[in-house]
């Protein structure tokens, strides 16, 4: 089962800066960047070609983690629920948004054991579907029996 999960809703702009997205959705995100901008990897000094170590498009972030050990959610998915009613009642600006641009949904989660069983409800789906965005995900499988 996932014990611990977290997503980001993601928007990556060619056109809006940092400050336009937050004013369009009305949200402030968690991690953000403007075009040229340093990367956190550049930030830190490292060594990259100009794509690792500056934005190349504008990122602006929503983030949340979730530990699933609520008895009543065993889903998998309580950091994409939670993501995305934050952002649903702005679903309609996420749509201008991907004029020139793109909005992504990252999840990933760890798993207890060697299979990383998860349940997307049929609710949550549909709000994604509202959203229009794509999910990317990724299980992290622990050893059988171990709490990663």
């Known amino acids: ?13 060619d056109k809006y800066s940092v400050a336009q997205i937050t004013e369009m959705l009305g949200l402030e995100p968690e991690r953000s960047g403007d075009i040229g901008d340093p990367t956190p990897s550049g930030r830190a000094g490292r060594n990259l070609t100009p794509p690792y170590a500056r934005y190349q498009r504008t990122f602006w972030c929503l983030h949340e983690d979730a530990d699933d050990t609520d ?6 998915f309580s950091a994409v629920r939670k993501v995305v009613d934050r952002v649903l009642p702005v679903a309609h600006k996420l749509a201008d948004l991907r004029n020139d641009g793109e909005t ?13 069983g998860f349940v997307l409800e049929a ?26």
């Open 123 to 148: 609710d949550l789906l549909a709000k994604i579907s509202v959203l229009g965005c794509h999910l990317y995900g990724t299980t992290f499988l622990g050893e059988e029996g171990s709490a990663t």
């Open 1 to 13: 089962m996932i014990r611990h999960n977290r997503a980001s809703l993601c928007v990556y702009s």
């Open 71 to 76: 008895a009543e959610d065993q889903t998998g």
């Open 104 to 116: 992504i949904i990252w999840w990933s989660g760890d798993s207890d054991s060697t299979q990383g």
